[in-house]
């Protein structure tokens, strides 16, 4: 309600949240489809019991199974789901096991991330045994795994690390070659602009990019002052557009027209 008090939403507008299964309520459920919200990203990374103990993330896959239904209930028809290979204690079983569980309740879309272990800038990963860390070739063949069984399943892999449904927009993108990529991921949106809003939120515009205060004091004074809470920003050169043309395209489609981006640009 605060955001369309301040800006004027479309009434195609698609409005997505990224939600923890764990913390999601009933009176939740019904604000979200009261809202408008048409899409939601659910977290679930693995269904594997030791897995989720190992990192202190207990999750049913019934906890799941109910908030999928309660989102469907209010006429959320396009929900994803964040599965995670690389965790400590995963083994390729674990993670076809997870896929198996998790393609029952018949999401729309997958993501699939391998897990950053960076305790320097995450303090609580430092609770974590290392030695309980899949190497590299185990995180690939996690992540081969997983995406072979979601093909099983019947999603259709698309670019890098999404999986969709054939009918879904976005497995749709893909086949037409229309099929965009930003800080969220893979997407059907064709906007060159988007505007981050919240503290550390990245912006990007046609001209760069930008970034906001990451202190959430600072951001929040500048805000009520009036003043845009820019930390800091980047301004494109042509040829840092076309190179970045080029990169999205590898990402989307595995290959690129070069000549029709030099002409484009």
Known sequence: SKLRSAFRF??????????DPRTLTVPMIEALGESG?????LGVQSFDPIVQATINR??????????????????????????????PNQTVQSCVETVRLAAQLRPERFAVFG???IPAFKKHQRLIDEASLPDAKQRNEQAEAIAEEL???????????????????????????????????????????LIGLGASAIGRLPSG?????????????????????????????????????????????????????????
Do not use: W
């Not at 479309?10 to 939600?19: G, L, N, P, R």
């Not at 919200?37 to 990203?41: A, E, L, P, T």
């Not at 999986?163 to 990529?181: E, K, S, W």
């Not at 050169?237 to 489609?253: G, N, Q, S, V, Y």
């Open 10 to 19: 479309e009434a195609d507008a698609s409005i997505a949240v990224e939600i």
């Open 115 to 117: 897990y950053a272990h």
């Open 209 to 265: 990019y930008i970034q906001n205060h990451v202190p959430l004091g600072l951001y929040q004074e500048r805000v009520a002052s009036g003043i845009l809470p820019t930390a800091k920003g980047y301004l494109l050169t042509e040829e840092d557009k076309l190179r970045a043309k080029i990169i999205e395209r590898l990402m989307c489609d595995f290959e690129v027209d070069l000549g029709r981006l030099s002409k484009e640009s």
């Open 58 to 87: 207990m999750q049913s896959f019934e906890q799941t199974e109910i908030a999928v239904s309660g989102l469907r209930s209010v006429g959320i028809s396009s929900i994803n789901f964040d599965l995670i290979y690389g965790l």
């Open 151 to 193: 093909v099983k399943a019947g999603y259709a892999r698309i670019g890098l690390d999404h999986f969709a449904l054939p009918d879904d927009q976005l497995a749709v993108a893909a086949r037409n070659g229309t099929m965009r990529r930003n800080f969220q991921g893979y997407t059907t949106d064709d906007c060159n602009t």
């Open 37 to 41: 919200v048409d899409r939601v990203s």
